[in-house]
Nanobody
Framework: QVQLVESGGGLVQAGGSLRLSCAASGVIFSNYAMGWFRQAPGKEREFVATISRNTWSTIYSNSVKGRFTISRDNAKNTAYLQMNSLKPEDTAVYYC????????????????WGQGTQVTVSS
């Protein structure tokens, strides 16, 4: 059974940093591209970042480019999202997701999802 478990969320002041982790089990992790999405209150879920199976390719949304870094450790079956220079508008529930093979920015292409972790940025 495939499981994705996020951790690392919390409350942080504007300008601060957080590192989210996504631990995968029940899959051959290196066969899956990983993505991060977020959903703010009253808004639709939106794409944040994605990373290819071999880490060679990463894509970011314009809203986080230059501030967030996605990475993965295939030996640990874990993906990460390093978030720096956080802003109040980054407040959301952050979800990791997995899809086979190629990276993607649309959520309906992802097969597996975590339960989400709350990130709150105070001004």
């Amino acid at each position: 059974q495939v499981q994705l478990v996020e951790s690392g969320g919390g409350l942080v002041q504007a300008g601060g940093s957080l590192r989210l982790s996504c631990a995968a089990s029940g899959v051959i992790f290196s066969n899956y591209a990983m993505g991060w999405f977020r959903q703010a209150p009253g808004k639709e879920r939106e794409f944040v970042a994605t990373i290819s199976r071999n880490t060679w390719s990463t894509i970011y949304s314009n809203s986080v480019k230059g501030r967030f870094t996605i990475s993965r450790d295939n030996a640990k079956n874990t993906a990460y999202l390093q978030m720096n220079s956080l802003k109040p508008e980054d407040t959301a529930v952050y979800y990791c997701a997995a899809k086979e093979w190629a990276v993607a920015q649309t959520e309906n292409e992802y097969n597996y999802w975590g339960q989400g972790t709350q990130v709150t940025v105070s001004s």
